[in-house]
Nanobody, 123 residues
Framework: QLQLVESGGGLVQAGGSLGLSCLAS????????MGWFRQVPGKEREFVAF????????DYADSVKGRFTISRDNAKNLVYLQMNRLKPEDTAVYYC????????????????WGQGTQVTVSS
């Protein structure tokens, strides 16, 4: 069973940076596509970024394009989300997710989820 564990959330001032990590176990990492999503209370889970199995394919939500970078290290079973120039509206619980199919922006496409990590951006 694939398991995902996020780390790296916290509190940061607007304009600052944070890096999130997600460690996968239980399946050969290079066979799964990965995504990052976020959610605030009362709202639907929102796509942030995805990365394909090899790392060559990535995509981002318009709201984070140019500020966030997703990457992966298949040798270490890790996927990263580097978040720069953070804004208060980036405040959310961030989740990493995995799918054995092609990465998409749809959270329903992802069968495996981490427990989430809180990111809070103060103004």
């Amino acid at each position: 069973q694939l398991q995902l564990v996020e780390s790296g959330g916290g509190l940061v001032q607007a304009g600052g940076s944070l890096g999130l990590s997600c460690l996968a176990s239980g399946r050969t990492f290079s066979t799964i596509s990965m995504g990052w999503f976020r959610q605030v209370p009362g709202k639907e889970r929102e796509f942030v970024a995805f990365i394909g199995r090899s790392g060559r394919t990535t995509d981002y939500a318009d709201s984070v394009k140019g500020r966030f970078t997703i990457s992966r290290d298949n040798a270490k079973n890790l996927v990263y989300l580097q978040m720069n120039r953070l804004k208060p509206e980036d405040t959310a619980v961030y989740y990493c997710a995995a799918t054995v199919s092609i990465a998409t922006k749809l959270y329903t496409n992802y069968a495996y989820w981490g427990q989430g990590t809180q990111v809070t951006v103060s103004s």
